[in-house]
């Protein structure tokens, strides 16, 4: 948005304003767990009339129209400013909800469909590495190959509520009659996962062109040989909600990981400012500042 000067009153914005960006076990690609979820895999937009996703759309939209106070303290969709509460729109404004004539999901713009490997293709399509940016990625992977077969870690390895969805996602496979996502599609390539999302996925921008791609090996730790413009990636042997949602289980993990990113991050920054030392003095607090907020939010958290 900063290279194709999006923001009013910024026409002087630029792409180069953005030193360094940090995808963390995000879906670059898309997921194949859509499709198990109830996507249709003939073009990954439309949405079976039976199936989970269904389920999830439907209460969802109940939950917001309900409008219990308590269940929104505990956890808010952010569909607020669709207005679609009982009190606003009363029982015909729930019934147009539900037919999708009105709502979140009435158009195409929400997550789901950008989860499907098809879009996240045509959303790739316009996707830019730009050349002064810096570009890392972790993704996770609990599955592993048993004789030739992929499957999840154990009981032991993966959280419960991921287990049937790594082996679901290991083992599935894309339909004989309908076209494939893209030229060169491979089940294979897309086994490996983390309960939640294809490993595959979250590497770097692949289809239906790959972008300029380095695995982040340990000689590159100090920094000083990145390079920007790459897509520099990692893989961490976890599931999904080892360090998305659960800080506690995670533990030192967590603390690891994102230590080594601001770490990596101030590096870089300070390299690339350096020829301003007041600057450069002042970008060290704010760093500091937020290593420091994240250690005492971690800690809260385990208070809890």
Known sequence: MLAEKK??????????WVLSVTSLFGALNGTTRVYLDGMQPEDGKTIKPICLLQLCRVGVIIYDWLEIA??????????????M???????????????GNVGPFASEDWILLDLSIQVSVELNTKLQTFPNTYYFSYATRKTRKLFGVTIPLGLFGIHP???????????WCYPNNVPLPYKGYNDEDWQDN???LNTISMLYPRYPVPHPHCWLSPEF???HTLQPGV?????????????????????VQFDILYDSIFQRCR???????????????????????????????SRFDQRQ
């Open 7 to 16: 923001f009013q009153g910024h026409e002087n914005s630029s792409e180069s």
């Open 70 to 83: 308590w269940l929104k303290n505990y956890y808010n969709f952010g569909f607020d400013h669709f207005n």
């Open 85 to 99: 509460t009982w009190q606003k729109v009363g029982v015909s404004g729930l019934i147009e909800s539900l037919l």
């Open 161 to 171: 509520l991921l287990f049937i969805r790594a082996l679901q996602m290991s083992q």
């Open 194 to 196: 983390d309960g939640a």
């Open 221 to 223: 730790k100090d920094g």
């Open 231 to 251: 897509w520099y990636y990692t893989i961490v042997e976890a599931d999904h909600i080892l360090f998305i949602i659960n800080r506690e289980r995670a533990g």
């Open 267 to 297: 590096k870089q920054m300070s390299r690339a400012i350096s020829a301003v030392p007041s600057v450069n003095q002042g970008l060290d607090s704010i760093c500091s500042n937020v290593e420091n907020c994240m250690c005492h939010l």
